[in-house]
């Protein structure tokens, strides 16, 4: 070494030479003015310098300038205060590259004064690198777990696979439709590049991206000019120097949904380092996508209906309110129509979920073909629908009605069955009949329940006596529901005569609602709301038990054993635990079965699957069972087939012109000439006048009941009655 080769002393020379030529770290030796004196063959391989040329350099020629104020102040410290430092530095190699080092530096002393500084660096560029990519892999990673965007996530896999490898990297993701690539990120490429990059074919010599994706494994390409794949591609690349390009599919699930790429300036294939980070890079795509789909399903969850695929209550609020303030803001008009399918709950109840789901679902895809992508469609549950038109004025709100009727005119047809439902619905428009979104869902509620009064099948606009209307009858539901706590409900019945003996065999128990402030109201009132309101199950269980208990009574006081008979509706006959309702009803009443006839209107046996089995129980306790309005239903007779029915019974529709209309009469002798024939006996309801009894009685009907007989009776009316 120089004259200022580093010294201790005369005796610690030897040992100092060894470990400064031994030492496989790193070792600099700097004299006072900050040049080079020394280095040994370690550092000598680090920096790509040898001896003779760092000795007419400073260390600072070789210190990166983000660390050059810190390396000063150390090296200050070292020389006047004779403090050893550390400190982390990046040096500039003698090829160009980055070292990262840990320095640690401490004076070189020679007979007691202050020759220099001696340096014993650690090289810690592989340690930092590997640190960093962990680093990155977890930054990526946490932005997956928290749902950042896609295109956010994919620069940051591209930033960090180039900063580990000082390649150039692209991500394209497949459209599967087209079986093309299109460019999704390449953000350190020229934007002439990324243009020509956009599209590319799927193929097996499609460049290094489109084979990877066809064969569906990592594509080397060492030297773009000579291999053929990237026949017709070349050009694309050749302008911005590239020579080497690697890609390895994206797959998820076993599906190709892109390719991760690296290109390099030089023609070469990948390290197996190198090969490691494009396949973890990915990975890390895939994960991303994957975690997209998810999200996408979640959100698609969050805010469309499971059953039929379309916006549900959430998505129409939020649109809602984003029209709304565009209409305002705009000074446009806008439209809200609630739909709601006319007697959808009887079907539901009478032929079962999965038959009623299946029917929403075909009724949700005329909705779509009708509004024709003239705004959103909504279920809100059930089956009621809201239709969000945009900018539309009340006569394109009044045409899609029209649509929508036309639509759903013709018959569906679900497992094998011919169906028919038509739909009430109610047209609101901004700014007229509400300012928010909560205003305009009502007038339009208000507005769908006219139509209902109004016959069903049909649209109503809304207007202001519609408001009060529907208010009234919310009102009427709400004291329904207090109705049985407060003793407002009671049973009246109504006698059943034997047409040849003209004796009392049974009662019919009928509802009566007799409020305290408003009196009776009519059965056909409030009904309805019972069944659409579900209030009909606990009433219908009332009275149930009622109309048994007030049976065995009188049986207890002496009148002899009669029939009752009580109205089944369409939810009572679907609930689970209804056989056993009405068992316990028998047994708390001690009623004998074969004294309690369960009357069912005929769409309620069309079911196979579960109003068969329930009847089928029912008649296991000893019920009998009885089709009620017998004519006015689904007019199939397979159920008389597969049922053991007890009674069918004559509607009063037929009875009412018995006299006048042949038609009627007919029909009347038909019903009684097939239910003998099948040994069921028959029921007239509606008989007002004699020769109506004597024309039923003279044709074969069994039984018969009406105001000729009797009115419905209180029950402590009965008694006396019978007596008589």
Known sequence: MSEAKPRMSNAAEPNFESLFQYNLDPVFVLDDRSNFTGVNPAGELLIGYTQEQLRSMSYMQLITPKHAEEVERCYFHVIQRLEPQTMEVDIMRADGKIAELTVTTVPLLTNGRVAGVIGIAKDMTARNKSLRLIDGQNRVLEMIAKTQELDVILRSIVALIEEQTGALCSVLLLNPAADRLRLRSAPSFPEAFNRNMQDLPVGPTVGSCGSAAYHKKTVIVSDISTDERWDGYRELVQPYGIEACWSVPIVLEDEVVGTFAMYSFERRSPSEEELRLIERAGALVSLAIERQRQDETIRHMAFHDALTGLGNRRLLEESLDRAIERAAREGNQLSVMFLDLDRFKIVNDSMGHRFGDALLRQVSRRLVESADGAGLIARQGGD???????????????????????????????????????????????????????????????????????????????????????????????????????????????????????????????????????????????????????????????????????????????????????????????????????????????????????????????????????????????????????????????????????????????????????????????????????????????????????????????QVQGFLFSRPLPAEAVPAFLRK
């Not at 009433?539 to 007030?550: N, Y």
């Not at 009875?655 to 006996?681: C, F, P, W, Y």
């Open 384 to 702: 009621e629908f809201v239709l969000l038109l945009d900018g539309a004025s009340e006569e394109r709100a009044r045409a899609l009605a029209e649509r929508i009727l036309d639509a759903l005119q013709a018959p569906f047809y679900v497992e094998g069955q011919e169906i028919f439902i038509t739909p009430s619905m109610g047209v609101s428009v901004f700014p007229d009949h509400g300012l928010d979104p909560q205003s305009l869902l009502k007038s339009a509620d208000y507005a769908m329940y006219q139509a209902k009064q109004n016959g069903r099948n049909g649209f109503q606009l809304f207007n202001p006596q519609l408001q009060s209307k529907a208010e009234k009858r919310l009102e009427l539901e709400n004291h329904l529901r207090r109705a049985l706590e407060r003793g407002e409900l009671s049973l009246h019945y109504q006698p059943q005569v034997n047409t040849r003996t003209r004796r009392v065999i049974g009662v019919e128990a009928l509802l009566r609602w007799n409020h305290t402030s408003w009196g009776p109201i009519s059965p056909a009132t409030f009904i309805p709301i019972a069944e659409e309101t579900g209030l009909i199950l606990p009433i219908g269980d009332w009275v149930l038990h009622e109309a048994c208990r007030r049976t065995q009574a009188w049986i207890d006081d002496g009148l002899p054993p009669m029939t009752v008979s009580v109205n089944i509706s369409a939810r009572q006959l679907q609930q689970p635990d209804f056989v056993s309702s009405v068992q316990a009803a028998l047994l708390a009443s001690r009623l004998p079965a074969r004294l309690l006839e369960l009357e069912l209107t005929e769409s309620l046996t069309m079911d196979r699957t579960s109003s068969f089995e329930v009847i089928r129980r029912l008649k296991q306790l000893g019920v009998g069972i009885a089709i009620d309005d017998f004519g006015t239903g689904y007019s199939s007779l397979h159920y008389l087939k597969h049922l053991s029915i007890n009674r069918l019974k004559i509607d009063q529709s037929f009875v009412r012109d018995l006299l006048a209309d042949q038609n009627d009469q007919d029909i009347v002798k038909a019903i009684v000439t097939m239910s003998h024939s099948l040994g069921i006996e028959v029921i007239a309801e509606g008989v007002e006048a004699a020769e109506q009894a004597r024309f039923l009685e003279r044709h074969g009907c069994d």
